[in-house]
């Protein structure tokens, strides 16, 4: 039944670190898709996220169609609206994102997802996003009309953190958003990680080995890399080794 959760807090308890591939499915044509999963394959990474902030080719399902057609890895829908729903995946982050105050995606968009949700028969990973400063506005901050947690204000992001996994979120996502300038501070990770049982999941930036293993070892469970497996799919077995040593 909760097959993703389960992977994930399997692998906090015995402290493995999970990599997650994020792929926009606007951006790759097929044949860099393939490559891009051929990489997931080979460098063992453990998941696929699929979405984005704003989509505009209609292009998700066929994209799901072609991860699965190639790899096992499990694929899990990252959301960007409530267009992004595809039973073709595994899995779908159920997101709300409590670092806004912003009510339709704390709670709005969730009414109108749920039924569909339902129906298609996706895990729900309820999570908690919280998008965070990286230096420049990022596509999710303008589409969600919400701020960010500050850079360095690492005690917002715990009490925010704390606040959703008192209110029984599963999972806490903090984003510096696509193509962040710089990746979420490792110093902030640590003290999210002091206040909350709940698998954390770091995305927004990472372009290296050196950043994925410090956001680690600050206590990420679930590294997220997007933009720069796009750009260079080789970096995913380098980061993949990296973080599962
Ligand atoms: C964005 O966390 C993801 O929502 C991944 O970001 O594309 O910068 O790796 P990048």
Avoid: W
């Avoid at 298609?120 to 596509?139: F, K, N, W």
């Avoid at 606040?163 to 003290?191: I, T």
């Avoid at 380098?238 to 599962?244: F, K, P, T, V």
């Amino acid at each position: 039944m909760s097959k993703v959760y389960q992977i994930i807090a399997t692998a906090r308890t015995e402290n493995r670190k999970l990599l997650a591939v994020l792929i926009d499915p606007d951006t790759p044509s097929e044949e860099q898709l393939i490559r891009i999963v051929e990489q997931v394959n080979k460098a063992k990474a453990d998941l696929i996220f699929v979405g984005g902030s704003l989509l505009v080719k209609d292009a998700l399902d066929t994209c799901i169609q072609t991860i699965k057609r190639v790899s096992k890895v499990p694929v899990i829908l990252f959301p960007g609206s409530v267009l992004q729903i595809s039973p073709a995946a595994d899995a779908i982050l159920f997101l709300s994102l409590i670092s806004g105050r912003n009510p339709e995606l704390l709670i709005g968009n969730q009414v109108i997802a749920a039924p569909y949700i339902k129906q298609s028969g996706l895990e729900v990973l309820p999570t908690g996003y919280m998008l965070i400063d990286s230096g420049r506005p990022t596509t999710a901050s303008y589409m969600s009309n919400t701020a960010p947690i500050p850079y360095n204000k690492s005690e917002i992001a715990a009490c925010t953190a704390m606040a959703g996994e008192m209110l029984g979120l599963k999972l806490v996502y903090m984003d510096g958003g696509s193509g962040a300038d710089k990746a979420v501070d490792p110093r902030m990770v640590e003290a999210v990680r002091k206040q909350i049982e709940a698998p954390i999941i770091i995305g927004g930036g990472i372009r290296d080995t050196q950043t994925a293993v410090e956001i680690c070892a600050a206590g990420a469970d679930v590294i997220v890399v997007g933009n720069a497996s796009e750009h260079n799919p080789l970096i995913i077995q380098q980061i993949a080794e990296a973080i599962h040593q």
